[in-house]
């Protein structure tokens, strides 16, 4: 995994040219996306986190690019770094709709236990965005 990079969100650039947008989740003044790249059938992650927060106190905001990683299971763990499985769900690539589906709900429904209304609203929310097959 490559290294993180903060700097001012005004010089702030996707990981890198010619990606895909694969999840976009938006929270209060700023928003997490991963990005990713295909080689092939083999395809690569990126992180970018921005809080625009400081903007309110006449500051700059920041952004916070995390490098590449190999799978989804390494993405994944870029992404539960932050509760992004509560947090509102903007933008879901197709290619990954099963994919992300199966890990948010995994991350809101825990077997055995009964889900706050929060999460339930959260849950129907991941599924209208991801419209996973067999659900």
């Given at each position: 995994m490559e290294s993180n990079s903060v700097r001012p969100h005004s010089e702030a650039q996707?990981?890198?040219?010619?990606?895909?947008l694969i999840l976009e989740i938006g929270a209060d003044l700023g928003s997490i996306e991963l990005y990713g790249r295909?080689?092939?059938p083999r395809w690569q992650f990126c992180r970018l986190t921005?809080?625009?927060s400081m903007l309110l106190c006449g500051a700059h905001g920041w952004t916070d690019e995390v490098g590449w990683v190999d799978t989804w299971g390494e993405a994944l763990a870029l992404l539960d770094q932050y509760p992004w499985a509560r947090l509102s769900v903007v933008r879901v690539d197709s290619r990954f709709?099963?994919?992300v589906w199966e890990a948010a709900a995994g991350r809101l429904c825990?077997?055995?236990e009964a889900i706050d209304s929060h999460a339930a609203r959260q849950l129907a929310r991941w599924r209208e965005y991801c419209q996973p097959e067999n659900n």
């Open positions: 996707t990981c890198d040219s010619d990606v895909a295909s080689d092939g921005s809080d625009q709709r099963n994919a825990v077997r055995g």
